[in-house]
């Protein structure tokens, strides 16, 4: 059983940065895929970014290709989003999730159904 535990998200300003992080124990890190879902109020979750097993296989969605990166240190167990250039719609809660042990090395996971384990979620708002 994998449990993940997201930093604290914030307040940003349109156009800062803000940097999560999302700590995993209670399995083997590098057998998972990772990836960063978020939820605004109202709205089903969707998906923002996903990394492979094997770092330097990655996914965007369209509404943060160039200002997002995810990225992940499996020495630390740790997954990050790097979040630039902000804007009042990335306003929402961001989660992080873990696949099922073992995919593909290579495998970027896109699709809600594909994540197994999913931290408690961290509030990210974006002011105008």
């Known amino acids: 059983q994998v449990q993940l535990v997201e930093s604290r998200g914030g307040l940003v300003q349109v156009g800062g940065s803000l940097r999560l992080s999302c700590a995993a124990s209670g399995g083997t890190f590098g057998n998972y895929g990772m990836g960063w879902f978020r939820q605004a109020p109202g709205k089903e979750r969707e998906f923002v970014a996903a990394i492979s097993r094997v770092a330097g296989f990655t996914r965007y969605a369209d509404s943060v290709k160039g200002r997002f990166t995810i990225s992940r240190d499996n020495a630390k167990n740790t997954v990050y989003l790097q979040m630039n250039s902000l804007r009042p719609e990335d306003t929402a809660v961001y989660y992080c999730?873990?696949?099922?042990?073992?995919?593909?090395?290579?495998?970027?996971?896109?699709?809600?159904?594909?994540?197994?384990?999913w931290g408690q979620g961290t509030q990210v708002t974006v002011s105008s």
């Open positions: 999730g873990a696949t099922q042990s073992s995919v593909d090395f290579y495998y970027t996971a896109v699709r809600r159904s594909e994540y197994y384990y």
